[in-house]
């Protein structure tokens, strides 16, 4: 499947600061990525560095100056991923609680709705009850908002339907992590945030959103919870993102998605 992505952010400094940008596809095998990623400040280009993360994510660290800079990113992927074996540390650390996933304090919870189920049945179980519960309400959220604050609340956006999704999955003490995407239909169109949750001896995605076909996404960042996979960080200094778009398209046309079906990220 080809698939056209890209962003664009503005982004004011407030004095020399330095930011870490998550928004380049992956490195993953067997696709093949014709991309371009430019940081214009006014007094001129500015060069990243870039940082490979342990799942083959990809930062982008880089100084601005004091005042406006542009980013800016397109990628043109093509082929489908290959999907490595699992990694037992990776089955580890994702069972374990995590910044915005106290799945430590879900366990009686969890057992006592999903505790009967395994697999497919398992995510599709979770993946709806997620779904049919939390409404989807833009800027019903915070920063520091985490699953226990979704449950309470009843709203949140992406990232807090995965964190909801993985905490519930972790308290039955199966491997789930957040990942961050591109994702061709969705609506409203944004940078997303999926599951994936690892079950029959593989990883595979868990969307409660339902708003892109999962076989369409385009993998940017994996990690424990959005704490690891945010597409922009201010790590020295101060700055604030003034604007970003999203673009993500399947070149041939979105597939359909059968949400009962184990769909890996290709």
Known sequence: MDRT?????????????????QIAVSR??????TEHLTVVHQSGELV?????????????????????????????????ATIPNPLPVDQSVYRR????????????????????LHGAELLDAVSSWVGTRIAYVAGSSGPADGATDTLLRGTGVCRDFAH????????????????????????PMDFHA??????DDGWYVVDATALAPRSSLVRIATGRDAADTAFMTTVIGRSDLDWSDVTAVADQGLPQDDLGRLVAIR
């Open 5 to 21: 992505v890209g962003a664009e952010l503005g982004i004011t400094a407030y004095g020399e600061c330095q930011i870490e940008l």
């Open 48 to 80: 990243p560095v870039e940082l490979i993360t342990p799942q083959e994510g990809r930062i982008h660290l880089v100084t601005l100056p004091a005042g406006l800079s542009r980013v800016s990113y397109s990628a043109h992927v093509r082929g489908t």
């Open 164 to 187: 909801l999704v993985i905490a519930l999955l972790r308290a039955l003490r199966v491997p789930a992590r957040l990942t961050a995407v591109y994702a061709p239909g969705c609506d």
């Open 97 to 116: 609680p995590s910044r915005y996933v106290a799945s430590d304090t879900f366990g009686g919870f969890a057992v006592q709705e999903f505790g009967e």
């Open 28 to 33: 993953t095998p067997g696709l093949e990525v």
């Open 194 to 199: 999926v599951v994936e949750a690892f079950v």
